[in-house]
């Protein structure tokens, strides 16, 4: 018997509102950034889930790719997480209103 | 019997780990179980038959991205970050807005209607090779997106050298 594919979707929905929750709500930056990850590997569980129910690797293949944006936001975060370090010496978001947001 | 067994049993651990991951205190421990859930989720991968994503997911999440987010996190103050409350004034809005979000999607999964099969049958797939069928997919019907995400992933390069080097005096 076979697994449906409606528990891997509600699997990834679940990891993907885990990841909602931590970025809206923790105060370390590096642990929002850490949620993002883990939103994107919900997607991903979804993508490769449905590639394989529906039978068609198009989903692996933009799963690849959201693989690589992923690579490369975390490259960029975490540059800009530095950068913050080295100006403000925080990492909590809470600390950082230059802009008045 | 068994799949269905294996499959309770990832997503069990690929939730908690998740949970873990966003409410532990201390940023090591938090890399640490993202480790192991992307370790179970290469598990899961594996077992809908996309070895090379599996491969993929180890390789690029647990060899490359992890490192550099354990990276970042030995910079920080630990002992300041243990001593303060994780969660932002947005904690109770963040979650129940992350509840509705589960609630709303899932109650609308049931009316999901997939698509019709593909031609990359398991059988097919066996034949020629995942890695094959894979490649020859993403070297001709995705070539445009492959090159792009090449242009993503040098901005990506060139903006991180960009944004952590210190200012040169002029």
């Known amino acids: ?18 990841g909602v929750f931590g970025f809206l709500s923790r ?29 068609d690797l198009r989903g692996q293949i933009l799963a690849f790719f959201v693989i690589a944006v992923a690579a490369a936001e975390a490259a960029i975060g975490l540059a800009i997480v530095i950068a913050m370090f080295r100006n403000r010496a ?12 | 019997m068994v799949s269905i067994g294996f499959f309770i049993y990832f997503a069990f651990a ?13 940023p090591v ?6 480790l192991l859930l ?22 690029v999440y647990a060899g490359g991205i992890l490192v550099l987010f354990l990276f970042v996190v030995l910079l920080m103050n630990l002992r300041e970050e243990l001593s ?23 109650m609308s999964l049931s009316s999901f209607i997939a698509a019709p099969p593909g ?25 445009y997106p492959f090159e792009v995400a090449s242009l993503i992933l040098l901005v990506a390069m060139i903006g991180a050298i960009v944004l952590a080097k210190r200012r040169l005096k002029s």
Do not use: C
């Open chain 2, 119 to 143: 031609k990359y049958s398991i059988d097919l797939i066996k034949q020629e090779t995942h890695i094959k069928a894979l490649g020859k997919l993403l070297y001709t019907e995705f070539i």
């Open chain 2, 38 to 59: 992307f370790f179970h989720i290469a598990g899961l991968y594996l077992f809908l038959n996309a070895e090379f994503m599996a491969a993929i997911q180890v390789i």
């Open chain 1, 90 to 101: 925080t990492a909590h978001v809470d600390e950082i209103k230059e802009m008045q947001g």
């Open chain 2, 84 to 106: 303060i409350g994780k969660y932002t004034t947005f904690g109770p809005t963040g979650f129940t807005f992350a509840l509705g979000l589960f609630v709303a999607v899932s």
């Open chain 1, 27 to 55: 105060r370390n930056i590096i642990i929002m950034l850490m949620s993002i990850e883990l939103m994107l590997n919900g997607v991903n569980i979804n993508l490769i889930a449905l590639s394989h129910y529906i039978q």
């Open chain 2, 29 to 34: 421990h938090s890399v640490l179980w993202m």
């Open chain 1, 1 to 18: 018997m076979a697994v449906p594919l409606s528990w891997y979707m509600l699997l990834s929905l679940a990891v993907f509102s885990i």
């Open chain 2, 14 to 26: 690929i939730v908690v780990l998740s949970l873990l991951v966003v409410t532990r205190k201390n």
